[in-house]
């Protein structure tokens, strides 16, 4: 029988707005260990009459950032944990979680590249631990982040995202905002499609290996569109979430 | 164990809280009445014509169908709740396929045979043991609401294991294979739990 994933009392050590919608909370761990990039969480809510809610959310740090996880949280609305979190828990609050899971949506440099990621809104969160990872490993894997938001004001991790693609050798982030666009934006203002694809794809060499998280809409037309562009099914994961309805 | 941990002002949402439907709600999930999609690669897209089920291994003599075989099999409707691991739970989802129990009718399974891969269109397997398959507890489902289910969600045909998470419940599924050891799929060697009971919470290997 495998060790049980236990479940540990994580401390809550900083809340950061992302957007006005998404904050990202780091959580230091008793029993941390060490994750791969692209795995969760579980986080589970008690009440005080034992009531409890759980759901996962994507560690967005990077594994080389020892001792604690950095979780970055949308809030749903009509929601019942994400609302917690960002009503409610501050710095000093206890945070019961048990992780990390996931074997499949995972990348690390040994797994190489080139690297295609694709994010639609907060689907961007386990990508940027695989961007975080490789900056942090120092690694040259050829890299394009396609990320797709409504408005520049949704853009989680905008500034961070922008150094890391000045300062770091072979990352590309292509940005696509759906809905308004900021004047002088140079960026694309549509949902991502096939042109946008292969445009991207392009520039990164032959048979990448492709990560795709965001709305189920996205990710379905999004690897869709990568296998009708040449890639095999095997080299394109997927990771979907959102509002379930 | 949790002991006495409460998370600080938490009270939670509890729509259904001491209903009917609450009951049916197994621990640590929660009721949708969306139908999410979740899979781990590209959907892949499957021609009717091209489209067969095959059960075989340790059966008397392998077996076959092509899609207009299957739907002359006898089916039904199924209304099942359904929880996935990502821990959404729907109520009352329905279905309509063939049973596994008449699938295994069409052959002579060895006693040896105690497990069954069910494999994929697109790579996907799962593992189940024989016993969670038969005495109506398992089906191959090819519509969902009275349509074709849509090959987001398995189409043109799935297994469906309600009373186990749904991962085992194979989308794409193209044939069952049955085996004496048991051997784990696509999720059970990434670290899900072998059997998958969400009444027992059997989320992850070791639960």
Redesign the interface.
Known sequence: ?????A?Q?GTVTAVRPESAEVKSFTLALPAWRPHRAGQHY?V?????DG??????YSIASAPSRTGEVELTIERIPDG?VSP?FHD?VRVG????VRGP?????VWEPALGGPLMLVAGGSGVVPLMAMIRERAAAGDATPTALLYSSRTIDDVIYRDELASLASSNHGLQVVQTLTRSQPPGWTGYARRIDSEMLGDVLRGLGPQPLAYICGP?LL??AT??G??ELGLP??R???E?F???? | M?DR??????????RD?GSERADRIP????L?????????????QVPLDRWEFTIDGLVSEPVRWSWEQFQALPSRDWTVDISCV???TKLDTVWHGVSVDDLLAAVEVDPKARFVTAHSF??YTTNLPLTDLVNNQAFVAYLYDGAPLES?HGGPARLVVPHLYFWKSAKWVRGMHLIENDQPG??E???YHNRGDPWREE?????
């Not at chain 2, 989320?203 to 639960?207: L, N, Q, T, V």
Request: charge should be positive.
């Open positions: 029988m495998p060790e049980p994933l479940w009392i579980d589970r809510l008690t009440a005080e009531y409890q809610a759980q759901r996962s019942e917690y409610v609050d206890k945070v019961e899971i996931g074997g499949y949506f189920t990710v379905e690897a869709n990568l296998v099914p095997a394109v994961r997927t979907r959102g509002p379930t309805t | 949790t941990f409460t998370s600080r002002g938490f009270f939670g949402r509890r809280a621990p640590g999930q929660y949708t009445d969306g139908f999410p999609v979740l899979s781990a690669g590209p959907t892949p990502t821990k959404w697109g790579g987001a696509f999720w060697s990434l670290g989320r992850y290997s070791g639960d």
